[in-house]
């Protein structure tokens, strides 16, 4: 017999390959086209009862397929925000991650728009979490002097709402170095500790 533990991982792991499956699918063919068939025909299950199984509605796999992308995100970006210290190179990283991950994988993207696009009750949790893990670097860049003061739920909201929108952009071909560049410049100018009057008078 199968332990609770295996048992559990299969189950994660059907349900991930569940969700990659209808990532793929909205990309490829959109909302309307996204049926339980489709995500059958392309994950080579047998039946869509596999998936009803799993999730009880296309909100619920909906709400799987954010999850899923905001997972992969993470995963694609840890590696750089590992490798740097300080609130200002964090911040960079950040965008420049975020946006390399938008141009490796653009069909992540392109099912997350299908989902917002038809107005899908799904992602205010991941939204407002990604935005949580900006105020907490925005207020340690605050905490040790790099960055000026600011509400740090505005900038975060911010930046988060600019990358989504450049995603989209950088999908149908804007250059994603240009955009991170821009970008990483935007947000720099516009958290950077301001100088002393003292710094500001030396010449």
Known sequence: MRSSGTRQAATEARKAQI?????????ERGYAETTFEAICEHAGLSSK??????FSSKDR?????????VADAAAFMRPALQATRGARAQ????????????????GHVRAVQQ?????????GQERDAAIA???TLFADGQRTGVFRTFDCTVMG?????????MAERVVDGLDPDVCANE???LFDRATRAEPSPAQGDRH
């Open 19 to 27: 969700a990659s499956a209808a990532i793929a699918v909205l990309a």
């Open 49 to 54: 009862r596999l998936i009803t199984y799993h």
């Open 61 to 69: 796999l909906f709400e799987a397929v954010v999850h899923q992308v």
């Open 91 to 106: 911040l960079e990283a950040f965008i420049r991650s975020n946006i390399a991950f938008v141009a490796r994988h653009p």
């Open 115 to 123: 989902i917002a696009l038809n107005q899908v009750p799904v992602g």
């Open 133 to 135: 893990r900006l105020v």
């Open 157 to 165: 909201a911010a930046l988060r709402a600019s990358i989504d929108t």
């Open 183 to 185: 970008l990483v410049e």
